[in-house]
């Protein structure tokens, strides 16, 4: 009895101790784990992977930084490469801010943007027909993936265009295009993004080439404030050539897709040079000017004649008749080479292989009077230069 009362006390005595213990227990902290944070890396976007991979090779001779709206007085281009304006500059009107019209080299022929009814940017054309304007009528079959379209430039072939758009092809607002006019069926083919370096995640806009002294110019606001654009001055290539992708590594790609910087396309800066000297020849006029009057023709850098009272030669005055009775001549062969392709498209087996014929030889004269024109145009500079200056 004695060691029960004993082995009683003692669990009462050890309870308070044990209870103690477990109080002490619950009062210890609990140290929670943090949450895993899974971080994923954006992905880029395919197309600019591969558009990067396919980077052409393009040497930048110099680029300039202006105001959006004041670009085109940084691109110069020989006439016979055609002209650049504003539309409002252009058709002498006004709230047209955003529209750019391409005018071809011998003045009866323009490419332009407009808004539709919708208020999205459109491009158009046009032929001049006399002293007038014919009707506006749409570039036929580059709607397709394309919501806007604007900045034209055709070059000297009639047949390749280039122009900027936004839509489904473009990797970020507008995008340079170029396309082709099929004469089989009397419309343009489906655009092609030119790719980089000339397009960017920014905005690329104008495109477009001097044939004649082979520069090329194009327009972007990439890394640039509001407002603002970069005009780009390149050489032209004669072929396309893309960089070596076990030469350069993943950052010089980047830079050379990105242009970050120019001089690291120049190689040894021969070409780079030369290309600076044919900048230089093609002359201070830009193309942000109003169209050319039916009379006026350059006689050197510093004169231009604007009206037949300024010949000087009694030569120039039967040589410039000649020479704008050519000119109409080709305007109308090319306004009928127009049409022709255009019935083309609708006409049956028969009339298809005499249109052939005829769109053969008319592109045949084409060529023959734009040589016969450029000789007479040498002949009056010559002979008026030869009184403007004897001494030489």
Not at 246 to 252: A, G, I, N
Not at 272 to 291: D, F, M, Y
């Amino acid at each position: 009895m004695r060691i029960r009362n004993i082995a009683i006390i003692a669990l009462a005595l050890l309870m308070p101790i044990s209870m103690l213990a477990q109080k002490q227990q619950k009062k210890k902290p609990v140290v929670k784990k943090p949450p895993v944070v899974v971080v994923e890396e954006p992905q880029e976007d395919p197309r600019i992977v591969e558009m990067r991979e396919a980077t052409q090779q393009i040497v930048f001779i110099d680029s300039v930084v202006v105001a959006k709206d004041a670009f085109l007085s940084s691109i110069r281009l020989n006439p016979e490469s055609g002209s650049l304006f504003t539309y409002d500059k252009f058709f002498r009107s006004q709230g047209h801010t955003d529209g750019y019209v391409f005018l071809n080299e011998m003045g009866n022929k323009c490419y332009f943007s407009d808004e539709d009814n919708n208020g999205q940017m459109r491009l158009y054309t046009c032929d001049k027909l006399g002293k007038e304007w014919s009707e506006q009528a749409p570039v036929k079959g580059i709607g397709e993936g394309i919501t806007e379209a604007n900045y034209p430039f055709m070059m000297s072939d009639g047949t390749t265009f280039y122009f900027a758009a936004k839509g489904r092809e473009s990797i970020g607002g507008y995008d340079i295009f170029v396309t082709r006019y099929g004469s089989d069926d009397g419309q343009f083919l489906k655009p092609e993004n030119i790719g980089m370096p000339f397009n960017s995640e920014a905005n690329d806009y104008m495109y477009a080439i001097d044939e004649i002294s082979n520069i090329g110019y194009f327009v972007t606001d990439r890394r640039q404030p509001k407002g603002k654009v970069c005009v780009y001055i390149f050489i032209p290539p004669t072929s396309r050539r893309t960089y070596d992708l076990d030469t350069y590594s993943d950052e010089q790609l980047r830079s050379l897709s990105e242009i970050h910087r120019i001089a690291s396309t120049w190689g040894n800066g021969k070409e780079r040079k030369q290309a600076l000297e044919r900048l230089k020849s093609i002359g201070t006029k830009t193309v942000a000017q109003q169209p050319k009057s039916e009379t006026e023709i350059v006689i050197n850098d510093q004169v231009t004649y604007t009206s037949v009272s300024q010949f000087r030669s009694p030569e120039s005055l039967p040589l410039f008749r000649q020479l704008t009775d050519t000119k109409k001549k080709l305007a109308e062969i090319k306004s009928t080479l127009e049409k022709s392709r255009t019935y083309y498209t609708k006409a049956n087996k028969e009339d298809k292989r005499v249109l052939r014929t005829e769109i053969l030889d008319g592109e045949d004269e084409i060529l023959r009077l734009t040589s016969e024109i450029k000789a007479l145009e040498k002949r009056i500079r010559n002979t008026e230069n030869r009184i403007l200056n004897p001494s030489k």
